[in-house]
Nanobody, 124 residues
Framework: QVQLTESGGGAVQAGGSLRLSCVSS????????MGWFRQIPGKEREFVAG?????????YYGDSVKGRFTFSRDTSKNIIFLQMNDLKSDDAAVYFC????????????????WGQGTQVTVSS
């Protein structure tokens, strides 16, 4: 079993920045990809950014966040990050981290483990 715990959400004005963190504990040897997702009420969970856990391959981003958000990871500490710059009102959502077997599954939000989510609020 794997537990994912997000932190770093909060309220920010449009144009501001936030940095989210997600710590992974436990072990599941089938997991090879981790990333960030977001969801607003009434809509499906949307892929934001992610990558293979042990490097190799690229980092993938959702179209709406390219150039503004940056995904990174510290495999020695089992943490992934999401640096969010130039936040817009459309970025307001609950942000989740997720872990799954493949990058393809990650990008389709076919996730085995989810964190509890952290709220990001953007005021204009």
């Amino acid at each position: 079993q794997v537990q994912l715990t997000e932190s770093g959400g909060g309220a920010v004005q449009a144009g501001g920045s936030l940095r989210l963190s997600c710590v992974s504990s436990g072990k599941d040897l089938s997991l090879h990809a981790m990333g960030w997702f977001r969801q607003i009420p009434g809509k499906e969970r949307e892929f934001v950014a992610g990558a293979a856990w042990h490097g190799g391959g690229g980092i993938y981003y959702g179209d709406s966040v390219k150039g503004r958000f940056t995904f990174s990871r510290d495999t020695s500490k089992n943490i992934i990050f999401l640096q969010m710059n130039d936040l817009k009102s459309d970025d307001a959502a609950v942000y989740f981290c997720g872990a799954t077997d493949t990058i393809a599954d990650l990008r389709e939000a076919r996730v085995d483990y989810w964190g509890q989510g952290t709220q990001v609020t953007v005021s204009s």
